[in-house]
């Protein structure tokens, strides 16, 4: 994702999380199960039965040789397989492979004989045909060389701008409009992906050894899977890298990344276990922020380690970083990372909960995915969810207990299960019945939802159990294939009683509880009463599994004691406790540990002491997204508005963990200036500087936690303060311009723009020099001008939208950051026509070249800037892609952008 994009949508995802968060992660009813209907309806039925491929052969090995073009986007060379059939295969019968749009030239065996081989030009299983013309007995080892190129070229896709993924080899190069891209290309390993590059035999059971051998001109480099085994640099300026992985494994786990790469290697020391190599191959011009971003990698190795049991599984790691992908894929012993988490420093740290999420779930892949690999696509989970679940657990061990609980667990695993719940992805984390490999291993709910689940079973074994659980299971299933039924027996073995009952509602089947929560307290008895009535209903629109009440252990904090109590599988559960007064705190699920929906009444006091006083992070978190809604509702006194306005000022400014105090503050920046939060949307036009007033109160405490506090919290408090656009505060706004956080930085930068002080464009242009990481300082500044509005800046702005600015203003790619704070930049102080010629001239460029991203981004950019000549550059755009009907919809999308945005204007 280009960095401008990021920082936007970053801010956006916090913002929406956070609101997610209050809503939906931390109990409050707001997503229903669809209930039976009366009107007569079609039973609902099951997605195709997906079985296990049928094996018909055993690859033992499989090498490569290769070359690539650039400009044809193709790699060529020879694949030499050594395999056996699993059945003897007569001289009339057929070897088969899978080999997915590709010219085979020619078929050879070790002695140099040709093969008559059959072709169809598809991406099918079996769709290459090899005759041996003799009988090859059951088990004989044979090896044939494929002499081939490939022809699928993996485009970008157009509807995912921040990076896809695609099949087959990506290829990057410099084009007319970006001349500064870097050469390189990548793999795309997932699934069947592989036979787009290379003949194989794409399925999970069956494991082979690997090696390639690729020659690549100076001053390019080769990473792949396993040790470098040596390096040739020969007398045509080119030189030769030979790869080898000795430990079997999955087609789709074989990758590679070719690219001027600079190693950063490091050591991590296990102690007796002795010491793994780690590299990392990041572009020579970022060695120091490489160097930043990776740091914490031997402490990952170290603690994934220990915490498994299992010393990491492999000789040595490798992860190489790649542009134009959106995350991260971890083949066998080396991960192929997003460049997106390279950041200098200084940005690395205010991302870190970000990056090292990233880094840590391919890590934790060569533990859970290549070293344990499951045996059917249905059990994904066991990969996806535990990978993502343990770079988690990393993030809590290095980041604290309450980060992962908001964040982590909080923010992205309950927000996003939730989430798709909502918007219609009901199925089990483990089933037969889906539409495509595909769709079972990349949506939403293997990551979250399994991750989720692992954290419940957490809480359900305990701390010990868990730990006992995770060692059993890694330890006696390194180097094999596992189902969920594998894990299964591993938890029970830990536990000593059966579990059957949570994989049945949690993993089997979809849904959750809907708890509507009652207490009450008996001054006679001294005891506290408390019912929890589980109130869904069945999704009528689903055949999968349904448990209608659920069960398990569950903790209740009571006045900061916890309570551990058993749910029975029934309507209505009702438990008591004794207290010697009416608990002022009644917490249900401390620390959030249930898939869960809740209504639990409690009155503005409660709230007020729940949010200042709970022990769980969860809990004071669920009072503010209750609170919000009293204050939100028409029929609460201004009194009592008073009074919850002062009990969030009183968590940014008191003791609280910072992400607590930042989402406290854009609670009640959402409460005093509400939809000032949607304006840091990318998509939000230009919004008029109207000053907000707000009491003296909130003055105190936005200048409080300005001082006070650091990077993502005093950004937000300077953007709330900002809304007022009194001039009066542009001394401390040009101050915090030279702070070490760019966040802070362009806070300020919007905020004195906002407030309209003399001082202010002179400010802002000087930020402009400041040296920062990928045009954040000259982002800044236009973001500033933006606010300011001064006619002065458009020159800035179009110098920079034009891409002549100073070299110092530009590190490397991509060069579309600060292009896009252009355009909004012009567009707010009318200038946007100036920019447009200019924008209409890359389209062309783009379409010559035939590049997708730069097509695309060019149409961002004439969307943005809102010309009505903009209807020519949409009819050049559609003449060309009119074939392409992916390209269409993406297309489409931005033409009603487009049209919205000139009617605005």
């Known amino acids: 994702m280009r960095f ?13 999380c956070e609101q997610l968060s209050a809503q939906q992660v931390f109990g409050q009813q707001v997503f229903g199960q669809q209930s039976d209907s009366t009107a007569k309806k079609l039973p609902p039925t099951l997605p195709p039965t997906q079985w296990q491929r049928a094996r018909t052969l055993d690859v033992k090995h499989i090498a490569l040789n290769l070359r690539f073009d650039w400009q044809k986007k193709q790699a060529f060379g020879t694949a030499k397989i050594t395999l056996a059939p699993l059945s003897p295969v ?61 022809n699928w070229v993996n485009i970008p896709d157009p509807n995912s701008l921040g990076g896809s993924t695609g099949k087959g080899l990506r290829f990057y190069d410099k084009t007319s409009v970006e001349p500064r891209k870097r050469r390189h290309c990548w793999s795309m390993a997932e699934l069947n992906s592989n036979r787009y590059w290379f003949p194989g035999y794409d399925d999970l059971g069956d494991t082979r050894t690997s ?25 045509d300026g080119t030189r030769t890298f030979h790869w080898k992985m000795d430990t079997p494994h999955a087609n789709y786990q074989t990758s590679i990344a070719v690219g001027e790469f600079l190693d950063i290697p490091r050591t991590a020391s296990l102690g007796t276990q002795g010491k793994i190599e780690l590299h990392t191959y990041g572009f020579p011009d970022e060695k120091a922020a490489t160097e930043a971003s990776t740091e914490r990698l031997a402490d990952m190795v170290k603690f994934f380690s220990e915490k498994t049991g299992v010393k990491y599984p492999f000789a040595a790691y490798n992860q190489v970083v790649a542009h134009d992908l959106p995350w991260g894929m971890a083949g ?44 059917d696509w249905s059990d994904i989970w066991l990969h996806r969810a535990f990978s993502l679940y343990f770079s988690n657990l990393y993030c809590e061990y290095k980041n604290g207990r309450e980060e992962f609980l908001l964040y982590n667990h909080g923010v992205f695993s309950l927000g996003s299960t939730f989430g798709d719940w909502n918007g219609g992805l009901r199925r089990p984390v483990v089933t037969k019945h889906y539409e495509s490999a595909q769709a079972i291993a990349t949506d939403n709910f293997t990551y979250f939802r399994g991750a989720v689940m692992l954290n419940t079973l957490r809480q359900q074994l305990g701390e010990r159990k868990w730990w006992q659980v995770i060692q059993g299971y890694a330890k006696a299933n390194t180097g094999k294939q596992v189902t969920t039924e594998d894990f299964r027996k591993a938890c029970e073995d830990a536990a000593g009683e059966p579990l059957d009952w949570f994989f049945d509602q949690w993993i089997y089947g979809i849904g959750h509880p809907k708890f509507v929560v009652n207490k009450s307290y008996d001054e006679a008895s001294k005891r506290l009463t408390l019912s929890l009535k589980q109130t869904q209903t069945r999704d009528s629109a689903s055949a999968y599994p349904q448990t209608a009440y659920f069960q398990g252990k569950m903790a209740i904090e009571l006045d900061g004691r916890v309570e551990t109590v058993w749910l029975e599988p029934k309507a209505e559960n009702t438990f008591t406790f004794a207290a010697e007064a009416a608990p002022k705190l009644v917490n249900v699920d401390y620390e959030n540990a249930w898939l869960k929906e809740i209504t639990f009444e409690k009155s503005l006091d409660e709230l007020l002491y729940q949010l200042q006083n709970d022990n769980d992070i969860t809990g004071r978190r669920w009072a503010m997204g209750e609170l919000s809604k009293l204050a939100k509702n028409e029929k609460t006194t201004s009194a009592d508005k008073e009074r919850i306005y002062a009990g969030f000022r009183a968590v940014a400014t008191g003791k609280s963990y910072w992400r607590l105090k930042y989402m406290a503050i854009l609670g009640l920046q959402g409460l005093l200036a509400p939809g000032s939060l949607s304006a840091l949307s990318p998509s939000a036009p230009p919004t008029k500087s109207e000053a907000v007033r707000f009491d003296d109160a909130t003055i105190s405490m936005l200048l409080t936690v300005i001082k006070n506090e650091k990077a993502w919290t005093r950004a937000a408090a300077i953007n709330f303060l900002g809304l007022t656009c009194d001039p009066k505060f542009a001394d401390l706004y040009i101050g915090f311009l030279t702070n070490e956080s760019d966040r802070v930085v362009n806070a300020a930068a919007n905020a004195l723009g906002k407030c309209k002080s003399p001082k202010a464009f002179d400010a802002l242009v000087k930020l402009k020099d400041k040296p920062s990481w990928k045009n954040q300082s000259l982002i800044s500044t236009l973001n500033g001008l933006k606010a300011l509005k001064d006619p002065r800046g458009v020159e800035l702005a179009l110098t920079a939208f034009k891409d002549l600015a100073s070299p110092r203003w530009t590190l490397a790619v991509p060069i579309w950051d600060y292009r896009i704070a252009a355009a909004e930049t012009l567009v707010a102080l009318g200038k946007a026509d100036s920019a447009y010629p200019f924008a209409l001239d890359c389209l062309k460029k783009a379409i010559a070249d035939d590049d997708m991203n730069d097509i695309f981004n060019t149409i961002l950019l004439i969307s943005t800037l809102a010309d009505p000549r903009g209807d020519e550059a949409f009819a050049l755009t559609k003449a060309k892609l009119k074939d392409d009907a992916n390209a269409m919809t993406a297309l489409g999308q931005f033409e009603e952008q487009f049209k919205q945005a000139v009617k605005k204007k």
């Open 4 to 16: 401008h994009q990021r920082l936007l949508l970053m801010l956006l995802c916090v913002l929406f």
């Open 332 to 375: 066998i012993g080396t991960s192929t990372l997003s460049e997106n988490m390279i950041d200098d420093f200084g940005t690395h740290a205010d991302f870190l909960y970000l990056w090292d999420w990233l880094e840590g779930e391919a890590l934790a892949h060569q533990w859970f995915g290549n070293a344990i690999t499951v045996r």
């Open 90 to 150: 007569s001289a009339t019968q057929a070897i088969t492979l899978d080999a997915a749009m590709m010219t085979i030239n020619a078929i050879t065996l070790s002695d140099g004989k040709s093969l008559k081989f059959d072709y169809e030009n598809s991406d099918k299983n079996n769709n290459l045909k090899i005759y041996a013309n003799r009988t090859i007995a059951e088990g004989e080892d044979i090896t044939l060389t494929i002499d081939y190129h490939t």
């Open 211 to 235: 090696e390639i051998t690729a020659t690549v001109p100076k001053p390019l480099s080769v990473i792949s899977n396993g040790k470098l085994l040596e390096t040739l640099t020969n007398a």
